[in-house]
């Protein structure tokens, strides 16, 4: 009986110390205001928790931090605050390695507002970032973070703006004037977009709509479903198109290129690839000139098309027109080496 009454002592004990273990220990909240000129700059660096960024509707920068801890992990935060100059520095973080214990024994909250068309600089490692909607110049770098954003409108005259991120989800809805440089990370653009510069590595890159993209490629794969002109340099990364508007200028290794539909009036068309096959498809009233050529590959050619075929050896070419109006005709250049050419009408 006494052993009983030992164990279950021991199981109470127990029980009690692990629900002491979860129970809140130390809670902190911290706010600054600061007074903002256009020439301020903000610098953030925020390693853990939950970063969000809102706009300000005066001229007032605010920062809002909120701590929970359920031990005494929280004394290896670091957390300050300063102005000096046109600069505003805001630190939040736990700076050493981030393990399970710290995740689930931790919980920081930054919240800061800021005035539009400020330059904005973020550095974030593991958690969470949100930019409601951001105007001006701003330059992210994050490392395993889930990032989201509705509105980022970051078109500038003097310097552009940046957002570099590693082992990160980046989900936005619009986002104009940026160069964005991903690696091992996934990339989803919901919205209409004006101009993008994005170079990516060992990543998923999705695009609703865009006017014009700059892209450079490794290693990747590439769905869009609507642009109108992009320049593309691709390296062992499958690219699907859905529509083209405008034109297009790719060279490839590697990889299939896929264009399901280039809408009629259509400028310009050029592709460069190897080892690997090329299909684009026409929209029915589409007409267009072109100058194909294959090297150790086959040309289709669409079924309304008058060409001159030339072959030698293991190249074939083939020059000539498809669609049955000769005005406004686009231009259509392909060149595979190691391919093949499929062209639909």
């Not at 928790?49 to 005066?58: C, E, F, P, V």
């Not at 083209?244 to 280039?262: G, H, N, T």
């Amino acid at each position: 009986m006494k052993r009983f009454t030992a164990i279950l002592l021991f199981i109470s004990v127990f029980v009690i110390s692990s629900k002491a273990e979860n129970t809140v220990c130390y809670e902190k909240h911290i706010h600054k205001s600061f007074i903002s000129t256009p020439n301020t700059k903000i610098f953030v660096d925020n390693s853990f928790g939950n970063l969000t960024i809102k706009k300000s509707y005066d001229d007032s920068v605010r920062v809002d931090i909120e701590v929970e801890s359920v031990n005494n992990i929280y004394r290896k935060l670091s957390i300050k605050t300063h102005e000096f100059n046109d600069s505003i520095l805001i630190k939040a973080g736990y700076f050493k390695k981030i393990t399970s214990k710290v995740s689930k024994n931790l919980r920081l909250e930054v919240v800061i507002q800021i005035p539009y068309f400020l330059m904005l600089k973020v550095k974030k490692h593991y958690g969470t970032l949100h930019i409601n909607e951001f105007s001006g110049r701003i330059v992210l770098d994050i490392n395993d973070v889930n990032f989201t954003s509705k509105h980022l409108n970051l078109s500038s005259l003097v310097s552009p703006s940046y957002i570099r991120a590693r082992k990160s989800s980046l989900k936005i809805d619009y986002i104009t004037g940026a160069h964005i440089d991903i690696e091992e990370s996934e990339l989803s653009i919901t919205g209409k977009v004006s101009a993008l510069n994005v170079k990516s590595k060992y990543s998923n890159v999705k695009i609703n709509k865009i006017h014009l993209l700059e892209l450079e490629s490794f290693s990747d794969n590439i769905n869009i479903e609507e642009i109108d002109k992009i320049n593309a340099q691709l390296k062992n990364t499958p690219l699907t198109i859905e529509k083209i508007i405008q034109s297009a200028d790719i060279s490839s290794k590697e990889k299939k290129l896929r264009i399901m539909s280039v809408v009629e009036g259509f400028s310009d068309i050029k592709i460069r690839n190897e080892n690997a096959n090329v299909y684009i498809r026409f929209s029915h009233y589409a007409s267009f000139n072109f100058d194909v050529f294959a090297f150790n590959g086959k040309i289709l050619l669409p079924a309304r098309s008058n060409a001159s075929k030339y072959s030698k050896g293991n190249w074939e070419k083939a020059i000539g027109h498809a669609g049955e109006n000769d005005d406004n005709s686009g231009k259509v250049k392909i060149k595979v080496y190691y391919g093949d050419i499929l062209m639909q009408l």
